[in-house]
């Protein structure tokens, strides 16, 4: 061969050696724990890296320490040792998202629990992301209806609101939030129901009861429940809101149900101690506000801009006899922008749904109601306020004026109106029709234990000849909508006085 024959293969060769080097960094495990590792050797991990060991498992870097560096594991620590390699992955902790997501019970990390396959999405959303500014949002004026009557009527919920559900535990709170979500139907608003240390029976009797209403079509389940880690229950409305956050940025609406935050809390509170954070009140870390607080403030109602779509969150709470005092739910009563307020008194009492019209606030009000509702609740509060003093003052049985008398009868018939079964919501223009009927004195000559019957069966005269009237309350308020209303209602107070009459004599 010619020298430069020789020289060109050379030159050839040398340009086919591959030089790119995988590096990957690992680092050694030094003990491992009630689900804590902690690994010397990673001094370039940042936080929230995820973090694979030998045998497969995951964990998250929580704690970057001088010398080590504290991984929350999300899996079982069986077959970690100390000695064993655990290598970056250099992601932050990610969960994937998508509309293949829709429909399914997935746990925090989106591995499928309903037993339907694998879910077939390649995109990932980060699940700590930093919450829209001042500058990219709407004020809070669109309603989002929950079909309850005493939650639409005088505790208005609005797209991109954060409502606080409250109360003892077994007065309804999970409830209300079931019913939310079935009113969503043809709404064009998607939801994800956080369970975080709930029992898996008690959340797959809730994913039964949205499939026979049709509302898996347009939700996500993200569960964490009692047996699995506090990992998993950490990072579990974190991934929810996530899992919204990609149908935020195509310029939809979302609803977020947190149920609850107190397990969060100290499902937080126990991975801290285990990584030897300082514990302050009630044992919880410094940082136990700001747990709360970024998750919170993600909830949001974009300006068209950044594509109008809305996030709305509904954080429930757990409270201890009745204690809103207490340190986790004050923290998120300062967060959110109003609570619905459950007594176990009324649930006793029978009083379903149990909300305290008194102690409940919507800080958005009014703007997130349509005008109809808005000019027909408004003496409602009031009436039930008024009920509530004179109730007190009426049973010491002290002979009452007739002003008095009429009062109290109908506050005792507000009251009778404002119950509701559960996994039945209304449409909010039957509400107007039957709250309007209640402040207008068409129930002045019917028993408060009739109420309920006379209710039912003006909803189905509604449907039946007044499908007209339910249109023209979605599109305004006038005389002439009054006027339909008042005709309505004497047309029904004939039929049903006629029904009743009837039932007597037979």
């Not at 809103?324 to 176990?344: C, H, K, M, R, W």
């Not at 808005?374 to 509530?388: I, S």
């Not at 009927?437 to 309920?452: P, Q, S, T, V, Y």
């Amino acid at each position: 061969m010619k020298i430069e024959d020789i020289i060109e293969k050379v030159n050839y060769e040398i340009d086919q050696i591959d030089d790119s080097l995988d590096v990957e960094e690992y680092g050694i495990v030094r003990s491992v724990g009630d689900g804590i590792v902690r690994i010397t050797g990673l001094s370039s991990c940042f936080a929230s890296e995820m973090i694979e060991f030998e045998n497969g498992t995951v964990g998250v870097a929580l704690n970057l320490e001088e010398d080590f560096v504290g991984v929350v594991l999300f899996g079982e620590e069986d077959g970690i040792k100390e000695g064993d390699r655990a290598k970056r992955t250099k992601k932050v902790l990610s969960v994937p998202v998508g509309n293949e997501i829709i429909g399914r019970v997935v746990d925090p990390l989106a591995r499928p629990l309903d037993g339907k396959g694998e879910i077939a999405t390649d995109t990932d959303q980060l699940i700590e992301r930093v919450a829209p500014g001042v500058m990219m949002r709407e004020p809070v004026s669109v309603p989002l209806q929950t079909g309850i009557k005493v939650i639409d009527a005088l505790v208005p919920i609005g797209r991109g609101q954060r409502e606080l559900i409250i109360g003892d535990r077994q007065t309804g709170k999970t409830a209300i939030a079931i019913d939310t979500i079935i009113n969503q139907k043809g709404q064009g608003v998607t939801c994800v129901y956080v369970a975080i240390g709930q029992k898996r029976s008690k959340v797959m009797r809730v994913v039964k009861k949205l499939e026979e209403a049709g509302a898996m079509e347009y939700t996500t389940i993200v569960l964490a429940s009692a047996s699995d880690s506090a990992a998993l229950q950490y990072i579990a409305p974190y991934a929810g809101v996530a899992i919204g956050e990609y149908f935020l940025d195509r310029g939809e609406d979302v609803l977020v149900v947190y149920d609850d935050l107190s397990k969060h809390a100290a499902a937080y509170r126990e991975i801290s101690l285990l990584l030897r954070r300082p514990p302050g009140r009630e044992a919880y870390p410094g940082d136990v506000f700001y747990l709360h607080s970024r998750l919170l403030e993600r909830a949001c109602r974009l300006n068209e801009k950044y594509g109008g779509g809305s996030i709305t969150a509904l954080p429930i709470i757990e409270t201890q006899g009745g204690d809103v005092s207490a340190y986790i739910p004050t923290n998120v009563i300062s967060i959110t922008d109003g609570q619905i307020f459950l007594e176990a008194g009324l649930f006793n009492k029978g009083v379903r749904p149990a909300i305290s019209v008194g102690l409940s606030v919507s800080r958005v009000g009014g703007s997130a109601q349509i005008k109809a509702m808005k000019k027909t609740a408004g003496p409602m509060k009031l009436a039930l306020a008024q009920y509530r003093e004179l109730e007190s003052f009426a049973q010491f049985g002290s002979d009452l004026d007739e002003e008095t008398q009429k009062l109290l009868d109908h506050g005792a018939k507000s009251v009778e109106l404002l119950k509701q079964s559960q996994y039945e919501p209304i449409p909010v223009a039957k509400q107007i029709v039957a709250i309007y009927g209640l402040n207008n004195g068409f129930l002045r000559e019917i028993d408060a234990d009739k109420i309920h019957g006379w209710e039912m069966g003006l909803y189905d005269f509604l449907d039946e000849v007044k499908q007209d009237l339910l249109t023209h309350l979605k599109e305004g308020w006038n005389d002439e909508v009054k006027k339909e209303i008042e005709d309505a209602l004497r047309e029904y107070n004939d039929r049903f006085s006629r029904e009743q009459n009837s039932k007597k004599e037979a």
